[in-house]
């Protein structure tokens, strides 16, 4: 059991980092070829790197590495979360 509340704050998936990320994506479910993943946002729906009163579910496209919201928004992009080039992957 974490010993301090910074711990609790790495271990908190949620929370975006590339890492996380790709982490959540390691194990998430699938629906319709996307990654479904969760992580906390700001008021404005934006991606938190602490935690906040919401959490929204995003999809990932692991062919292409394209993050988008609960309406399809792109949201990011970067290769390194294409999961089947290999970029992705630990």
């Known amino acids: ?7 609790l704050m ?8 590339p ?3 790709l982490t959540q994506a390691a194990s998430a479910s699938e629906h ?7 992580f906390y946002v700001d008021g404005a729906g934006v991606l938190s790197k602490t935690v906040t009163d919401t959490v929204a579910t995003f ?14 928004n792109i ?6 979360f ?3 080039k290999g970029f992705g992957r630990a």
């Open 82 to 84: 294409d999961l089947y």
């Open 32 to 38: 319709l070829g996307y990654k479904i993943l969760s």
């Open 10 to 17: 790495e271990q908190d998936l949620r929370l975006y980092t």
């Open 59 to 72: 999809y990932l496209s692991p062919s292409g590495g394209t993050l988008r919201d609960e309406h399809l």
């Open 1 to 7: 059991m974490p010993s301090s509340s910074v711990e």
């Open 75 to 80: 949201v990011l992009y970067s290769a390194k």
């Open 19 to 21: 890492e996380n990320l």
